[in-house]
């Protein structure tokens, strides 16, 4: 099985900042790669799938990016309601995996 | 409008069986591949298994030979039955829907584009 490794597990930041969240597969993924948004008592959302490409209706301030093993999900000015839990998963071989997750919290 | 509504869910004794369904709308139903992913709560999220149009299945190991995901495509369905339940089952599921073909080559995109809002799966006795 493919492991999906997040980092950080949290990140406390304050609205307007900038916020990185990796991504690392434990074996070569191509661009499979997707990221989800999730905030307490909802479902998921889709945000990117292709490790780059946004999902329809999603805010240009979320962008993606990796290839292979390492990939980055970037929110460019962080706004109140981005705060929550993001998942990647990679999603062309099965089983299929998410990362832990990282949560995003208001410093 | 997309639309995916999960029931089933309950509490149930270590060992015993519940079927989860969830109902379709708002897309053709019969074009798309199915899953159910599943999340423990204050964990992340566990894939649970996966279904193609024509009825092709896979699941990950934890669950493999216990669970089996179903469709209906003529009633816009699709079904979990899971049997020799234990306390490590319990979780919130989802069912969540694929994409329209994604694909480069011979290799395709296995992401979750809608999900329903879950049923609670509570294995306690």
């Known amino acids: 099985d493919i492991q999906m490794t997040q980092s950080p597990s949290s990140v406390s930041a304050s609205v307007g900042d900038r916020v990185t969240i990796t991504c690392q597969a434990s074996q070569g993924i191509g661009s499979w790669l997707a990221w989800y948004q999730q905030k307490p008592g909802k479902a998921p959302e889709l945000l990117i799938y292709?490790?780059?490409t946004l999902q329809s209706g999603v805010p240009s301030r979320f962008s993606g990016s990796g290839s292979g093993t390492d990939f980055t999900l970037t929110i460019s000015t962080l706004q109140p309601e981005d705060f929550a839990t993001y998942y990647c998963?990679?999603?062309?071989?099965?089983?299929?995996?998410f990362g832990g997750g990282t949560k995003v919290e208001i410093k | 409008e997309v639309q995916l509504v999960e029931s089933g869910g309950g509490l149930i004794q270590p060992g015993g069986s519940l079927r989860l369904s969830c109902a379709a709308s708002g897309f053709t139903f019969s074009s798309y591949d199915m899953h159910w992913v599943r999340q423990a709560t204050g964990k992340g999220l566990e894939w649970v298994s996966g279904?193609?149009?024509?009825?092709?299945?896979w699941y990950p190991g934890s669950v493999k030979g216990r669970f089996t995901i179903s469709r209906e495509n003529a009633k816009n369905s699709l079904f979990l039955q899971m049997n020799s339940l234990r306390a490590d089952d319990t979780a919130v599921y989802y069912c969540a829907r694929g994409p329209h073909k994604y694909c480069s080559g011979s290799s395709c995109s296995s992401h979750f584009v809608y999900w329903g809002q879950g049923t609670l799966v509570t294995v306690s006795s």
């Open positions: 292709g490790a780059s």
């Open positions: 279904i193609d149009p024509a009825g092709e299945t």
């Open positions: 998963q990679q999603a062309n071989n099965f089983p299929l995996t």
